[in-house]
């Protein structure tokens, strides 16, 4: 018999980090989010614009994780919702900037003590210091994520 490779799912870390991320939002979706015609994905643009103001429409989808395309489309809704504004950027005619409307920034007011809540919950029973290791680890792997693709899609081309 040979040794194959042995993955236990409830120890891998992938399995770990998406299982949380998924029960978090999977929550917060349903008990807020859902009432306002919103997705976690557009709340997740929202609280970054409400955290740092008008962002370039590239620089959002990157401090975000949302795929350029993606975040196009999401933005238009968020238009049309009256939540953002899109203008193009006085620096060049290419460049797309978002920023929160009055409508927006109220609406993110009221949904952030929901999102520390949750976030609350979910960390019940960790001290400060192991919290503050579990963030900075998992923005360490992030970048380790991050630097890895583009050192292979720069290998690729």
Not at 15 to 27: K, M, T, W
Not at 46 to 58: E, M, S
């Amino acid at each position: 018999m040979t040794d194959r490779p042995h993955l236990a799912l409830g120890e891998y870390l992938p399995f770990l980090v998406n299982r949380v991320g998924s029960a978090l939002a999977v929550r917060f979706a349903e008990d807020a989010l859902v009432r306002h015609g919103l997705t976690i994905v557009m709340w997740r643009a929202l609280a970054v614009l409400a955290d740092r103001g008008a962002r370039r429409q590239i620089d959002l989808a990157e401090e975000t994780s949302i795929e350029v395309s993606t975040l196009s489309r999401l933005v238009t809704r968020l238009v049309r919702m009256g939540l953002v504004t899109r203008r193009r950027s006085a620096a060049s005619q290419r460049e797309v900037t978002v920023e929160l409307t009055r409508k927006g920034s109220v609406m993110v007011e009221r949904l952030v003590p929901v999102a520390i809540g949750y976030e609350a919950l979910a960390v019940a029973g960790l001290s400060a210091r192991d919290l503050a290791v579990v963030k900075r680890a998992l923005r360490r792997m992030h970048e380790n994520m991050v630097r890895s693709t583009r050192r292979s899609g720069a290998a690729d081309r």
